[in-house]
């Protein structure tokens, strides 16, 4: 049967996506995914080494052609998302080459492992550098797009889909540097939608689990797609679904939150909030508190294991 035949209702139909670091992996399912419910999808990609080096690749052209040649309209984009002009040379592209942009989808990144003790300011920065600034210079130049269209009185039906990670919500041993980006993504998400809901734009941030260069070497066995040829719940592909969801105008009214997804789950993360507290309406002795902190974690659910911890 033709892939036309068995896709589901095309929920993108009509609108304007840009995914970046879509040249592989995850990003690369998501545009393809936005592309077969109807979307039209501009592909970035810098093309980078699993650390963020020169590579001297193009996969966003390869993810393009593939799209046409399924019968959908792509355009590329090699912009850097954490470069200002990059990042604005990106929603451009969008709006000369289709006339109009609905969709961001926020997913470029790589990784510089270390445990803290061993990690150079470089591989700090550099992290921090594409997955959070990479995060807020698209959202920004997005923004600033769709605010001039509500001025303008023609509010936007807008989604933003940011990437955090399990890392950055529960914390993950050797990966300092990512998890603080990673945290830091989860928590401007918060912001973004509370600061762009006026101007119809909802913004959600997904955590996902799957099998990419990113995982495979570190996670090989765990992610392994079976033999049997049974449900590959570690394709990137299952975690495409929910993005283009909340990318599409379907997801109406949802913004401000986190969703873990992988394989056939997905789930709910649920982030800080207060648990028991003690108040003595006056200034706490230091040597006091050890009893009062003590009673007060007994009352409070225990935190999620960090991974890698032991
Ligand atoms: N794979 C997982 O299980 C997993 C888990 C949690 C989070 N994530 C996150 O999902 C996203 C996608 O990861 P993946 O596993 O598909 O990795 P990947 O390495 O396969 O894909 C990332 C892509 O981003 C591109 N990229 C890197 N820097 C860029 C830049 N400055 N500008 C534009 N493109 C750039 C790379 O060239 C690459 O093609 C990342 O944000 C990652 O942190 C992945």
Do not use: C
């Not at 545009?31 to 093309?47: E, M, P, S, T």
């Not at 510089?112 to 130049?141: C, I, Q, S």
């Not at 207060?274 to 974690?297: I, M, N």
């Amino acid at each position: 049967m033709s892939e036309e035949l068995t896709a589901p209702a095309r929920i993108a139909e009509g609108r304007v996506v840009v995914v970046t670091g879509a040249g592989r992996g995850l990003g690369r399912a998501h545009a393809l995914a936005f592309a077969r419910a109807g979307a039209r999808v501009v592909v970035n990609d810098l093309g980078v080494a699993l650390d963020g080096a020169a590579g001297g690749e193009t996969p966003a052209e390869q993810v393009a052609a593939q799209i046409r040649e399924r019968g959908g309209e792509a355009a590329v984009s090699t912009d850097d998302v954490a470069d200002s002009e990059g990042a604005a040379r990106l929603v451009r592209t969008a709006l000369d080459r289709f006339g109009r942009l609905d969709t961001l989808v926020n997913n470029a990144g790589f990784l510089r492992d270390r445990m803290l003790v061993n990690l150079d300011e470089d591989d700090w920065d550099a992290v921090l550098r594409v997955h959070l600034t990479g995060h807020f210079l698209p959202m920004k130049h997005a923004a600033a797009h769709w605010r001039a269209e509500a001025k303008a009185g023609r509010t936007p039906v807008a989604r933003i889909v940011n990437t955090s990670s399990g890392a950055g919500l529960l914390g993950s041993v050797g990966q300092g540097n990512y998890t603080a980006a990673k945290a830091g993504i989860a928590a401007l998400t918060l912001v973004a939608a509370a600061e762009f809901g006026r101007y119809g734009v909802q913004v959600n941030a997904i955590a996902p689990a799957a099998r990419t260069r990113m995982t495979e070497r570190t996670f090989a066995e765990d992610m392994a797609a079976p033999a049997d040829g049974g449900f590959d719940a570690m394709a990137p592909e299952n975690v495409s679904p929910l993005v283009v969801y909340l990318g599409s105008a379907a997801s109406e009214g949802i913004t401000g939150r986190v969703f873990e997804a992988e394989g056939g789950r997905v789930t709910v993360m649920d982030g800080w909030r207060r648990a028991a507290h003690a108040d003595k309406a006056a200034r706490w002795e230091p040597a006091e508190l050890d009893a009062a902190v003590r009673d007060l974690l007994a009352r409070s659910p225990e935190p999620e294991p960090v991974y890698g911890a032991r």
